[in-house]
T-cell receptor
Framework: DTGVSQDPRHKITKRGQNVTFRCDPI?????LYWYRQTLGQGPEFLTY????????KSRLLSDRFSAERPKGSFSTLEIQRTEQGDSAMYLC??????????FGQGTRLTVV | AQTVTQSQPEMSVQEAETVTLSCTYD???????LFWYKQPPSRQMILVIR??????QNATENRFSVNFQKAAKSFSLKISDSQLGDTAMYFC????????????FGGGTRLMVKP
């Protein structure tokens, strides 16, 4: 499978715990994006990388959120001290510059 | 800031019929793309169709076509000969070129195709 893959698909965690999600983009894609989608809403941009550089972060990305893309390949999104409001689908997408984005299936986070 | 509005939260259509989904957007930019994405119940977002703002001709992809009205900032999606597999959430999205290419999405329209 050469699409965007995300792991895990589902994560249930207790409030206050830390969680980390992984995204493997399409191999030749230099751009990688994270979006958050709450139930019944459209995705909202969180952050993006061009190669290994994190070039933009949304105001939605609080200090508890951190993302990395070491070596410009896979990316991780970590949420520290999770809150119930963090419950959402976290989507990863990748693209070549100035081309359409391809999305992964997402990681559904439930904070209890 | 850019905004994208989809005014139809839910729609339904009979199989083989035609349906049009509405989208309006607001921007002061001149160089942008518009997209329609489909998100089936499995939730992986799939690109349906793309329109470059500088192109006057409406984009078409098989049964899917758009009506792009730049002055009115309107970008509707027409699905012809609807099929059961078209049942999904449909999102209209906006992208400014050469500014990171982040997508701004509308709230979505849930389309149900009935047999």
């Amino acid at each position: 499978d050469t699409g965007v893959s995300q792991d895990p698909r589902h994560k249930i965690t207790k409030r206050g715990q830390n969680v980390t999600f992984r995204c493997d983009p399409i191999s030749e894609h230099n751009r990688l994006y994270w979006y958050r989608q709450t139930l019944g809403q459209g995705p909202e941009f969180l952050t993006y990388f061009q190669n290994e550089a994190q070039l933009e972060k949304s105001r939605l990305l609080s200090d508890r959120f951190s993302a990395e893309r070491p070596k410009g390949s896979f990316s991780t999104l970590e949420i520290q001290r999770t809150e119930q409001g963090d419950s959402a689908m976290y989507l990863c997408a990748s693209s070549l510059s100035n081309a359409e984005a391809f999305f992964g299936q997402g990681t559904r986070l439930t904070v209890v | 800031a850019q905004t994208v509005t989809q005014s139809q939260p839910e729609m339904s259509v009979q199989e083989a019929e035609t349906v049009t989904l509405s989208c309006t957007y607001d921007t002061s930019e001149s160089n942008y793309y518009l997209f329609w994405y489909k998100q089936p119940p499995s939730r992986q977002m799939i690109l349906v169709i793309r329109q470059e703002a500088y192109k006057q001709q409406n984009a078409t992809e098989n049964r899917f076509s758009v009506n792009f009205q730049k002055a009115a900032k309107s970008f509707s999606l027409k699905i012809s000969d609807s099929q059961l597999g078209d049942t999904a959430m449909y999102f209209c999205a906006f992208m400014i070129l050469n500014a990171g290419n982040m997508l701004t999405f509308g709230g979505g329209t849930r389309l149900m195709v009935k047999p």
